[in-house]
């Protein structure tokens, strides 16, 4: 029982890999960029006993010979592969559990992903209140763009210069004196 739980995790830790960053990937395949992200993320890559060009030598190795990509079996053999590299003390059998241990239940990282900066300098860039200019009539009160209507110069025909203030104040002003 103990074994058939073992190998859910590790098929499960298998599928999120396989779909790291593919839109496309089923979950049933595991490609080689994955696969080296995979025993990186693991620390199956120790740097001294395993290293990245003995990952992609195993890949190749395992997978089909036109293939790109390798299935849960042959992800299977290619752990039976680096287990006694990596575990070099320990029987083939401890070692391959041990590799297991490693990988069972682990997602892919995302160490490096660009987060969205929040600082004062963005938050200034972003505020509409203090935008002059043209600028300015692309947003209303809210800070709400306007749309098109804020980008095309909409004409009225008033005889007023476009965003003039006092516009239809004239026959107030003349009709005072």
């Known amino acids: 029982m103990a074994e058939s739980t073992e ?3 590790l098929l499960i830790s298998f599928k999120k890999f396989a779909v790291h960053g593919d839109t496309k990937a089923t979950g049933k395949e595991l490609n080689g960029k994955n696969w080296a992200k995979l025993c ?6 120790d740097g001294k006993n395993v290293t990245s060009t003995d990952v992609d030598i195993v890949f190749t ?3 089909a ?3 790109r990509v390798i299935t849960y079996e042959e992800f299977q053999k290619a752990l039976e592969e680096l287990a006694p590299k990596r575990f070099k003390g320990q029987s083939k059998e401890e070692a391959l559990q041990s590799i297991y241990q490693l990988i069972e239940g682990k997602d892919p990282t995302n160490v490096g992903v660009t987060k969205v900066a929040k600082t004062a300098a963005v938050d ?3 505020d509409t209140s203090k935008y002059t200019g043209s600028h300015k009539e692309r947003f209303d009160g809210s800070g709400k763009g306007k749309g098109k209507g804020g980008r095309e110069e909409i004409v009225d025909h008033t005889g007023y210069v476009g965003a003039y203030k006092n ?3 004239y026959e ?3 009709k005072a004196k």
Do not use: N, P
Not at 40 to 45: A, L, P, R, V
């Open 65 to 67: 010979k036109t293939s």
């Open 167 to 169: 516009a239809g104040t």
């Open 7 to 9: 190998m859910d995790q």
């Open 40 to 45: 990186k993320d693991c620390k199956i890559t």
């Open 61 to 63: 190795k395992v997978k």
């Open 124 to 126: 200034r860039l972003t």
């Open 172 to 174: 107030e002003k003349t």
